[in-house]
């Protein structure tokens, strides 16, 4: 039996919108063709906030040129297009159940997450995102919204009231709580208003590489406490601080830190997959994540230990949460 891969954060989306670009085939790190190869894949889609290239792009669209409150429906009609176009072997999952779906068989798995919860106007656009299949929401990206405050404009301002009202709201609604990208005020602020599990899609430790963007030995400990779960991010600057040319060998240090903390079990995959420009040198897209499970298994790590990074633990994660 090959390899299973699930992976808790892509920004294929957001290209497909702002590219024209389809996920059916591309030149992005995620296609059809490019997850193939895998036993079964799941994949959590992000519809993203919104970022502007330094340099305009030739055939770019900005989402940030339409109005706010026009963002989310762009981005949910963007899914929605790729989920019809790729019917025939991709399928929208909305709780753990539809993973066994007779419907999904030969199929792969889509969930779909919020990077960035500006795209969450207002309730209504909450109520919209949740109809239409929504089951994870970033409560920041790098910068401060309405809600909550990124690490990348500082780690000593944490969520706002209205804040505090949506964690306490999503967790009521049953949408999945992520805090990367969130500074470490609001990580905090996050437990005092729930006891709930909750993700860390796309975060590495910062006692490996000392990134605002990691995540402190505490906080990984916090969430091993409450049973969540923690995706490695493959973005070089995230894996090495020295500048240097990331390696898969940098990926594998922050999983060996993590299962030093005792992790094992609620270690993931979050890629960060088209969210990215620096990729460890023998990963170009995602049909190459094998060379990371042969480079831990060469380093003698158990086949559980394994199949859990790439797909169970995050499996075992969903069913007790959707």
């Not at 949910?76 to 066994?100: G, K, P, V």
């Not at 779906?101 to 997450?113: K, N, V």
């Not at 079990?265 to 620096?278: E, H, K, S, W």
């Not at 994540?289 to 086949?303: D, F, T, V």
Request: aromatic share 10%; net charge negative.
């Amino acid at each position: 039996m090959g390899l299973q891969y699930f992976d808790l954060h892509c920004d294929t989306f957001y290209e497909c919108y702002e590219m024209r670009k389809c996920l059916r085939e591309n030149d992005l790190m995620i296609d059809r063709t490019k997850v193939s190869g895998f036993a079964d894949y799941i994949q959590f889609f992000a519809l993203f906030c919104g970022a502007r290239p330094p340099e305009p792009i030739p055939g770019r669209r900005s989402l940030l040129d339409l109005p706010e409150e026009a963002r989310l429906d762009a981005m949910l009609q963007t899914a929605q297009e790729q989920f019809l176009q790729n019917r025939d072997w991709l399928y929208l999952c909305r709780c753990a159940e539809d993973l066994q779906s007779p419907e999904r068989r030969g199929r792969a798995a889509a969930f779909l997450s919020i990077e960035g919860a500006e795209l969450l106007c207002t309730e209504a656009h909450i109520r919209r995102a949740w109809e239409a299949g929504v089951r994870m929401v970033t409560l920041s990206w790098n910068y401060r919204n309405q809600y909550a405050c990124g690490a990348a404009a500082g780690n000593g301002v944490g969520l706002t009231g209205r804040g505090k009202w949506l964690v306490r709201e999503l967790v009521r609604m049953g949408i999945l709580l992520d805090v990367s990208h969130l500074s470490d005020a609001g990580f905090w602020e996050v437990c005092v208003e729930t006891e709930a599990p909750f993700a860390a899609t796309h975060s590495n430790s910062r006692a490996v590489c000392p990134h605002q963007r990691n995540l402190t030995d505490l906080q990984f400990q916090e969430i091993l406490r409450r049973g969540g779960l923690v995706g490695i991010n493959l973005y070089g600057g995230f894996l090495r601080e020295d500048g240097r040319p990331p390696a898969l060998a940098d990926a594998v240090r922050h999983i060996e830190h993590f299962c030093a903390l005792g992790g094992r079990d609620i270690l993931a995959l979050g890629a960060d997959f088209d969210g990215c420009d620096l990729l460890p040198q023998e990963i170009r897209t995602a049909a190459d994540m094998e060379r990371l499970a042969e480079a831990l298994l060469r380093l003698n790590y158990p086949q559980s230990t394994v199949d859990g990074l790439f797909y169970k633990n995050a499996v075992h994660f969903i069913h007790r949460m959707l």
